[in-house]
DNA sequence: TAGTGGTCTAGACCACCAT
DNA sequence: TGGTGGTCTAGACCACTAT
C-alpha cells in the first residue's frame, strides 16, 4: 500500500513527530500486528523521502513508549502488552481502547469552583473508563484544579462532552507538555468505591498527584488521579546507557 | 578546569555513553549545581573532539533521567530536586547518596533456597536504605528470586557485603539492561513494619513487581520492590512529541 | 551476501535568548 | 549580534541476523 499520508516538511510539527504520529496509530489499530516488523529505517527514509536519523529519531518516540522493541539484524518489532499503559499517559489507553471499538467514557462527578490562594479555582472530579457493550469500567479517577482567573469563563464548558485539554488548547491557547507527579497510596473511600465498585479488596489504591506544565512552563493545571486496580500499571525501563548496565555503577 | 577523565573512541562503550557517565557525575558530585548551565553542545564537541550530535545524545540520557533541562537560547539546565529518584532505578539513589557523604546500607532479611517450576532459585531480601550519621533509614525492601540452575553457586555468596548485580556481571557475565515492572498497592505486614518502622499511618505501600532481564534478553531475576513513603516517589513525564501535545491526541 | 539496526561524522538552517 | 538548543541532511563504518 502506498503511503496516504504524507509528510509535510513546512509543518510546525517536526517530520520525526510526523512520522511517529503515523506509525503509532498503524501500531495501535492492528495494521502492523504484535511480533511483527514495522518497516525497516531505510524503507521508511526511502518512502517518506527524509533520512534515516529522522526515521531513527520517530521509532525512537515508539521504542519510549514500549510500542516496539528494536534488534540488530532483525528489524523494529511491535511488541506490546494489551493495555499496556505508561500510567501517566492516559491518552494512549484512550487511543488503544478506540482504535479496538471500545468507547472512552467520562463521567463528571463534580464540578464546582473554590477558593485558591490565587482567586478563584475551577475543581473538577472525572471519572474516565470505557465502555464494552452495554457494561462501563472506570479505570480512574481525575480531580483538577484549574485558576480560573488564568481561564475566564472555563467554568461554562461541560466537561462531560468535551475533553478539558481540547477545550484549554482551542479556546486559551494552552497546551500541556511536561508533568510532575508523585506517586502515593490513598486508602478506599465512599467515592472510589462509588466508582470503582465494592468488590474490590485492596489495601489502597495507587495515586499520582502533581503538576502539569505548557511547553512555556506555565502552571496549567494541578492534579490527582486515583488508578484502578483493575488498570493494570505497567512500567517499562531501559537503561539505555549503551552497555547494558544501570546508571547506579 | 581540563578534562582528566577523556574519551575514548575504542572502548566497547559508545562515546556518547562515556560522556553522559562524565557529565551524570559532575552533577551528582555537584561540580554543576542545580540551576546552573552545564557547558553547552558546541563547548562540549570542541573539549572532546566528537560531534554534537554525539552531544546531543549524551545530553538526551540526562534530560530523560530528570537530572536537566534544555531551554533554546538560554542552555541546558542543572533541574533536579534532592533525592529526586526515579522509581525503578534505585542506582540513581545510592549514587546521589553517595555523592553527598551519605552511606548507602544493605541489610539482607532472607537468604533460602525455594523450589521453583524450573529448578531451585534463590530467594533473597534485602533492605536497603541510607546511614546519616548513626541513624540508618531505610527506603525498600527488595526480595529477589533466581535461579540456581542458571547461577550455579550463587548462594554462597554474602549479598550483605556485595552487590547483586556485581557478582552476576563478575561472576556469570551478566547485566541487567532492561525491566517490566507492575506497581501495585501492598498491605502493611510483620515485614514492613520491622523496616520501615511502625510511625507510620498508610493504608498500603507502593510496590513494583516484575521481570529483569539482560541484554540479550534472558531472564536475570524476578523481583518485588516495596517503597518507604519516607521516599517521595516523583515522576517526571514529558510528551516529546516535538509540538507540546500528549500523544492522545 | 544482503539487509538490519547502532554509532558517528561534518556540515546546514532555524527559532529563540541575552547583550 | 553572537550564542544557545532544535531540526535535518547525506553520507560512513560497524556488528549482527537471515539465507
Given at each position: 500500500?502506498?503511503?496516504?499520508?504524507?509528510?509535510?516538511?513546512?509543518?510546525?510539527?517536526?517530520?520525526?513527530?510526523?512520522?511517529?504520529?503515523?506509525?503509532?496509530?498503524?501500531?495501535?489499530?492492528?495494521?502492523?500486528?504484535?511480533?511483527?516488523?514495522?518497516?525497516?529505517?531505510?524503507?521508511?527514509?526511502?518512502?517518506?523521502?527524509?533520512?534515516?536519523?529522522?526515521?531513527?529519531?520517530?521509532?525512537?518516540?515508539?521504542?519510549?513508549?514500549?510500542?516496539?522493541?528494536?534488534?540488530?539484524?532483525?528489524?523494529?518489532?511491535?511488541?506490546?502488552?494489551?493495555?499496556?499503559?505508561?500510567?501517566?499517559?492516559?491518552?494512549?489507553?484512550?487511543?488503544?481502547?478506540?482504535?479496538?471499538?471500545?468507547?472512552?467514557?467520562?463521567?463528571?462527578?463534580?464540578?464546582?469552583?473554590?477558593?485558591?490562594?490565587?482567586?478563584?479555582?475551577?475543581?473538577?472530579?472525572?471519572?474516565?473508563?470505557?465502555?464494552?457493550?452495554?457494561?462501563?469500567?472506570?479505570?480512574?479517577?481525575?480531580?483538577?484544579?484549574?485558576?480560573?482567573?488564568?481561564?475566564?469563563?472555563?467554568?461554562?464548558?461541560d466537561f462531560e462532552k468535551q475533553s478539558l485539554?481540547?477545550?484549554?488548547?482551542?479556546?486559551?491557547?494552552?497546551?500541556?507538555?511536561?508533568?510532575?507527579?508523585?506517586?502515593?497510596?490513598?486508602?478506599?473511600?465512599?467515592?472510589?468505591?462509588?466508582?470503582?465498585?465494592?468488590?474490590?479488596?485492596?489495601?489502597?489504591?495507587?495515586?499520582?498527584?502533581?503538576?502539569?506544565?505548557?511547553?512555556?512552563?506555565?502552571?496549567?493545571?494541578?492534579?490527582?488521579?486515583?488508578?484502578?486496580?483493575?488498570?493494570?500499571?505497567?512500567?517499562?525501563?531501559?537503561?539505555?546507557?549503551?552497555?547494558?548496565?544501570?546508571?547506579?555503577?
Amino acid at each position: 500500500m502506498a503511503d496516504l499520508i504524507v509528510l509535510d516538511p513546512h509543518a510546525p510539527i517536526p517530520l520525526y513527530t510526523q512520522l511517529y504520529r503515523i506509525l503509532r496509530l498503524r501500531i495501535l489499530e492492528g495494521q502492523y500486528a504484535e511480533g511483527d516488523a514495522i518497516p525497516s529505517e531505510n524503507v521508511l527514509r526511502d518512502e517518506h523521502g527524509i533520512t534515516r536519523s529522522t526515521v531513527r529519531k520517530a521509532i525512537a518516540l515508539l521504542v519510549n513508549e514500549g510500542l516496539v522493541r528494536q534488534f540488530r539484524g532483525k528489524g523494529t518489532i511491535v511488541s506490546y502488552a494489551p493495555i499496556n499503559n505508561s500510567v501517566w499517559n492516559f491518552g494512549g489507553f484512550t487511543d488503544y481502547s478506540r482504535a479496538r471499538g471500545q468507547r472512552p467514557v467520562t463521567s463528571l462527578l463534580e464540578q464546582a469552583t473554590e477558593d485558591g490562594a490565587n482567586g478563584p479555582v475551577l475543581k473538577l472530579v472525572r471519572a474516565r473508563g470505557i465502555a464494552v457493550e452495554d457494561v462501563t469500567l472506570f479505570l480512574n479517577l481525575d480531580t483538577s484544579w484549574l485558576s480560573l482567573k488564568r481561564y475566564p469563563g472555563l467554568d461554562i464548558f461541560d466537561f462531560e462532552k468535551q475533553s478539558l485539554y481540547q477545550v484549554l488548547r482551542d479556546h486559551y491557547g494552552v497546551s500541556p507538555a511536561r508533568s510532575e507527579l508523585t506517586l502515593s497510596v490513598v486508602a478506599p473511600s465512599a467515592l472510589t468505591t462509588k466508582v470503582f465498585g465494592d468488590g474490590l479488596d485492596v489495601p489502597g489504591f495507587l495515586c499520582a498527584t502533581g503538576d502539569v506544565f505548557s511547553s512555556s512552563d506555565e502552571l496549567v493545571e494541578r492534579t490527582s488521579v486515583i488508578y484502578s486496580p483493575t488498570l493494570e500499571m505497567r512500567v517499562g525501563t531501559s537503561w539505555s546507557t549503551g552497555n547494558g548496565q544501570p546508571p547506579g555503577a
